[in-house]
C-alpha cells in the first residue's frame, strides 16, 4: 500500500475518480510513510491520525451518495 502514497496529486486524484482506491486507502497508505519514516528524519510530527482516517472515510461517503 505505500506504493500508493508515491502517487503524484494528479494520479491519486484520478484513481479516486476511477474508484481505483478509496480515500481511506490513500489517507492510510500517507500515515504509514509517515510512520515508517519518523524514526530516520528525527522530526517531530503530530499526526491526528484518527481523524485523519474519519475525514477520508467522510470524503469516500460523499463520494458514493454523488456529493
Known sequence: ????????MLEAAEGLRRSE???????QACLDVAQ????RTAAYVA???REALFAA??????????G
Request: glycine share 4%.
Open 21 to 27: 482506491w478509496s480515500s481511506r486507502e490513500l489517507t
Open 57 to 66: 472515510d467522510e470524503s469516500d461517503r460523499r463520494r458514493s451518495s454523488g
Open 36 to 39: 515508517k519514516q519518523a524514526p
Open 47 to 49: 499526526m491526528a491520525e
Open 1 to 8: 500500500m505505500i506504493e500508493l502514497a508515491r502517487k503524484t
